[in-house]
């Protein structure tokens, strides 16, 4: 949404036949219409989060990311649905709809959107073929039908797993 009011400040501003007058005028009513939408989102958000919000963005060091209020807005906003689906998903799962739970982590200010265009780009090769070959059973060692490598120490805590 945020990104739609833009977008139609900028296509305001590239106007090149009007008037002086006009074109303030123009850009006057954009500013209006993208302050008057920070107003309104900020207006939405739970104030009763703040603390959480900073302290979320001090854990995550997200600072950087956000370059003006807007921007700001827009992510406290996102962080904030996620939180909500991530709450009520734990709920769910502690009345034993889900196997698992969720947490919040460095991905809470993102869409689905964002993390599927940063994250779900893997191609897999063309040049790949898969050659599967048989083992003799005879030569196989006995082998448990489950696992719990946690319990043998293999296995450490999720990691964010990011190429820089």
Avoid: C
Wanted: proline share 2%.
């Amino acid at each position: 949404m945020i990104q739609t009011f833009i977008a139609t400040a900028l296509f305001f501003l590239r106007v090149s036949h009007l008037n002086d007058t006009e074109l303030t005028g123009l850009m006057f009513t954009s500013l209006l219409l993208i302050s008057l939408h920070a107003a309104l989102v900020a207006a939405m958000l739970d104030i009763s989060l703040d603390e959480h919000w900073k302290l979320w963005k001090k854990t995550h060091k997200t600072s950087h990311k956000m370059r003006n209020t807007l921007e700001e807005l827009h992510r406290r906003g996102v962080w904030e649905k996620n939180l909500v689906l991530i709450t009520r998903h734990n709920l769910e799962a502690s009345m034993g709809l889900h196997s698992y739970q969720l947490s919040m982590n460095v991905l809470g200010d993102l869409t689905l959107d964002e993390i599927r265009q940063s994250f779900a780009t893997l191609t897999p090769p063309t040049d790949f073929h898969n050659l599967s070959s048989e083992w003799p059973r005879s030569q196989m060692a006995a082998v448990p039908d489950s696992v719990d490598w946690r319990d043998q120490g293999r296995v450490t805590s999720v990691k964010m797993q990011v190429k820089s």
